[in-house]
């Protein structure tokens, strides 16, 4: 089965930038469609982006339009998420999910895999 492992959250400044990476155990990485959650304390998890695992569409929740993108290199099993422009609402828990077959919803549901969450703080 596929594990996922996220890596690169930590505590930036307001404005500042991190590049989040989720890691996959299998070579199967590459039909799976990737997408990127946040949590928040109190609130519930949320959709971020999503890559496809073909053709490389992605998707975007409407607050991070322009300040994030994600890409997949399925050469070392890895989805990225660059986050750009860091605002304190952006301070979350960040899980990276797999689909496979999947087409990258913002659907929840839809991912079967999860990782255990990387904490990106922004401070103010």
């Known amino acids: 089965q596929v594990q996922l492992t996220e890596s690169g959250g930590g505590l930036v400044q307001a404005g500042g930038s991190l590049r989040l990476s989720c890691l996959a155990s299998e070579r199967t990485f590459s039909t799976y469609a990737m997408g990127w959650f946040r949590q928040a304390p109190g609130k519930e998890r949320e959709f971020v982006a999503a890559?496809?695992?073909?053709?490389?569409?992605?998707s975007y929740t409407d607050s991070v339009k322009g300040r994030f993108a994600v890409s997949r290199d399925n050469a070392k099993n890895t989805v990225y998420l660059q986050m750009n422009s860091l605002k304190p609402e952006d301070t979350a828990v960040y899980y990276c999910?797999?689909?496979?077959w999947g087409r990258g919803t913002s659907d929840r549901d839809s991912y079967e895999k999860w990782g255990r969450g990387t904490q990106v703080t922004v401070s103010s």
């Open positions: 890559v496809g695992w073909v053709g490389g569409m992605t």
């Open positions: 999910a797999g689909d496979r």
